[in-house]
């Protein structure tokens, strides 16, 4: 059981009022509050040791690169990453996977195939069309079906000797289904081919095993599961990582550098040009810390909870149609009231002050195969509560009274 | 009526409403009500692309002033347009071109006028003076 007022006494931002009203946060999905441990190592990063790390001889710079560091051993130990080299700190997911696919622009050749699935957040959809362009390889989709799952069949024949590659996100943003990404990189290895998994919906709410998944890339933001922005992680198996050219140029990738040839640093700092987020890292890792204390068992459980409850008072609107109903989702729920825009019923929850998100979530594919301009998405955290769910049925109904 | 004229027409019938959902309901029933735009100018060229809600416009020169028509998929977006429709059609280009959109501010729907909002608002308004401009450079 969560203690939910100790939970809430933690992240300030709930305290506040918008437009009068108490806040009811539901944007979650888009990215999660911060926790008061989480801003004091923001505060005392910036107060007690800030410095430029990894070359600097004085005693500010080594604290700095020591925490910095011990926040990447943090991920390393939570992701289950066999070496500390092998998690990349990056400015979040969207670098993550742009990193990957300007690696592979070096390796694929012309006819070569790409799989992506029909779930996708653009971030995930247009580095490898771009890829694609470029060196004339081809892009093959997954589709999903009407409760927003992954259609498996088409899966396996869409596989083939060409397929080097599978870009899956382990949670779909828009809708909350869960992937069975496990299913899907076993069958990628079969033809040989490597998998990138976006993680960055997945790691709010779950503990993803690298190893175990025998995954080759895994995605992850830092702003999603209570961390601050700008700032991600790329975990790459080691032997993908050393076979990938450097991202950037810079300061921090080298080995040793002349005017005729410059050597490349091992990882990771192959893959770190210049300085990174420092403060960004070291409050990855403190947000990391801060999730586990709660325990991802506890949060899942409890999200679960919310969502059904969610679930079934909203579906007790008439004319509320949801959409996204597989069966292993994650505690988003997309929604729209017939006849009304998504965009009026999310202005009319903001006059309330429930925040939501209204609009293509990023993933107009999705919003085209169900032939709808957009959702409201009210996507909760383990800090919201059942009295906030009953504030939002209430808000959708006010909406629906003054739009119908 | 110039166009300060019909704003201070507006901002009064807005003075008489007590909070925002009586606000927000006058701008809903004006857009249900109000048959903003002819199907056949519903065209991809007229459409002014926001982020969320779509906007068209379409605009005619009659004599020396500019008609405006527009509408909108979203009811409340469609509100506030039949507002503006209702402060700058019917008048001269000049006069579009120099107006001001404080009024916006002074009826309580300052928010939906910000650039982030992302409803398209903002740019309607932009190529209202576009519009304008382009009519304007006619009629010299």
Known sequence: MLDLKKIRADFPILKRQVNGKPLVYFDNAATSQTPQQVIDVIVDYYSNYNANIHRGVHALSQEATDKYEAARHTIQNHFNAKHAHEIIYTSGTTESINLVAHGFASILQKGDEIIVSALEHHSNIVPWQMLCEKIGAVLKVIPMNQDGALVMAEYDKLLNNNTQLVFVNHISNALGTINPIEEIIEKAHQ??????????????????????LDVDFYVASAHKMCGPTGVGMLYGKEAWLNKLPPYQGGGEMIAEVSFDKTTYAGLPH?????????????????????MNAIGFDA?????????????KSLLEIEGLKIYGTAKNKTSVISFNLDGIHPYDVGTILDKLG???R???????????????PGTVRASFAFYNTKEEIDALVAGVKKAKMMLS | MNIQEVQNEIIEEFSMFEDWEERYQYMIDLGKSLPLIEE?????????????????????????????????????????????????????????????????????????LSPTRANGLVSMIKQLKLYAIAYQTQLN
Not at chain 2, 51 to 66: N, P, T
Not at chain 2, 82 to 88: D, E, K, Q, T, Y
């Open chain 1, 191 to 212: 033809v040989g081919a490597a998998v990138l998994i976006d993680g960055a919906q997945a790691c709010p709410h779950i503990k993803p095993d690298v190893q175990a």
């Open chain 1, 270 to 290: 192959k893959m770190e040009a210049g300085t990174p987020n420092i403060c960004g890292g070291i409050a990855f890792g403190a947000a990391i810390d801060y």
């Open chain 1, 299 to 311: 949060i899942a459980n409890y999200e679960h909870e919310l969502l059904e409850y969610a679930t």
């Open chain 1, 354 to 356: 429930i925040a939501v």
């Open chain 1, 358 to 372: 209204t609009g293509h979530h990023c993933a107009q594919p999705i919003m085209e195969y169900f032939k709808i």
């Open chain 2, 40 to 112: 056949q100018y519903k065209t991809e060229d007229n459409i002014i692309k926001g982020c969320q809600s779509k906007v068209w416009v379409h605009a005619e020169l009659k004599e020396d002033k500019i008609a405006f028509t527009a509408d909108s998929d979203a009811i409340i977006t469609k509100g506030i347009i039949a507002i503006l429709i209702r402060v700058f059609s019917n008048q001269h280009p000049k006069d579009i071109l120099e107006a001001n959109t404080d009024f916006i501010d002074q009826i309580g729907l300052k928010e939906h």
